[in-house]
């Protein structure tokens, strides 16, 4: 038998409880790609989705985990560089395409279908490694992939994001949304978010957030977000609950604003055209991040040290309770896994 590694495996769906660590072959890296030694990875709702059988094209069994971060351990054939021992982030997006504008998803994401992070080792295309940056600890590294690309797109490459913007940030809390009140407050952008959870938006305050409003105890948080933004409402919303609250998003948003769109939790909107064509309204829909886009966020993250919210900390036996924290909702920020 060949070298064995530690990996978090879901053999089978029925939940969070499903997952558990066992011994598998450890891989070699293929012609252009690097192996690299995960320290640390976190956990996106994606990864929760796998064991519960909600998510497109599931093959088992399989190594989850998207985010990565640790040191290149192997170079393999045809690849220069990063040296051996440089400590690195993953790009867990595979194979974008040539279209900067749209995502092929020939390759998949890092945990389905290819093996994921969550694991002593992982091989993947050298394009997709990056030097880490410095100024974050490793648990900080972890977090930023998946989440970090995916905010950025939807604050920049979609949402066109400036510092003169007022923007709804719906449902903070969460991995993504967390990313967009940081890059938000980066550029100095005026920002609203809203939760239900009075602990949530404690913390999404102490990150900078301008205006906090709890949707569960106000009597109108939408005439709030309204009247909080001026000018007729905020001039970008970035959403993933979709459902009523994206209705209501859209309704309150100013003439010419932008509206991105990156996930539906709460399922399928209701919305009135009236406001999407008399204000000229742009909806925009996003998904992941473009090799570009992750090359971008890393330079921001480096110009202006921008550091993730991290929830907590899980050891690599204890993946079930952290995948149950993101199925209960109760994260603020990234849940990370030390390897």
């Not at 940030?169 to 809203?194: C, D, E, M, R, W």
Request: with cysteine; hydrophobic share 40%.
């Amino acid at each position: 038998m060949g070298a064995v590694m530690k990996a978090v495996r879901l053999n089978e769906l029925g939940g969070p409880e499903k997952l558990h660590v066992e011994d598998i072959p450890k891989p070699k890296p293929a012609v252009g790609e690097i192996l690299v030694n995960i320290k640390r990875a976190a956990f996106n709702r994606r990864d929760v989705f796998i064991t519960q059988g909600l998510y497109p094209g599931i093959e088992l069994p399989k190594t989850l985990g998207s985010d990565g971060m640790g040191s290149v351990a192997e170079l393999g054939e045809g690849v220069s560089g990063p040296k051996i021992g440089t400590r690195v982030v993953i790009d867990p997006t595979m194979n974008w395409g040539n279209d900067e504008r749209v995502w092929e998803r020939n390759g998949g994401v890092l945990g389905m279908p290819r093996e994921g992070t969550f694991a002593e080792f992982v091989s993947v295309p050298a394009a997709n490694v990056h030097p880490a940056p410095e100024h974050l600890s490793d648990d900080e590294a972890a977090a930023v992939p998946l989440a970090g690309v995916t905010a950025y797109r939807a604050c920049f490459s979609r949402g066109e994001l400036t510092k003169d913007d007022v923007v709804l940030i719906t449902g903070v809390g969460g991995g993504v949304q967390s990313f967009v009140l940081l890059y938000a407050n980066s550029v100095g952008a005026k920002t609203i978010v809203t939760s239900g959870n009075d602990e949530k938006l404690a913390r999404a305050k102490a990150m900078g957030a301008d205006v906090c409003i709890n949707y569960k105890t106000s009597e109108n948080w939408s005439k709030d977000a309204r009247d909080a933004a001026g000018g007729g409402g905020p001039s970008l919303i970035v959403d993933s609950v979709g459902g009523e609250t994206l209705g209501k998003a859209v309704d309150i948003a100013r003439p010419a604003a932008r509206v991105v769109i990156y996930g539906g939790t709460n399922g399928d909107a209701k919305i009135r055209p009236f406001s999407i064509f008399w204000k000229q309204l742009d909806i925009r829909g996003t998904s992941m991040g473009s090799p570009e886009d992750f090359r971008h966020m890393l330079r921001l993250f480096n110009k202006h040290k921008l550091r993730p919210a991290v929830d907590r900390v899980f050891q690599m036996s204890e993946a079930p309770k952290a995948a149950e924290r993101l199925a209960a909702h109760d994260q603020f920020g990234k849940v990370v896994l030390a390897i």
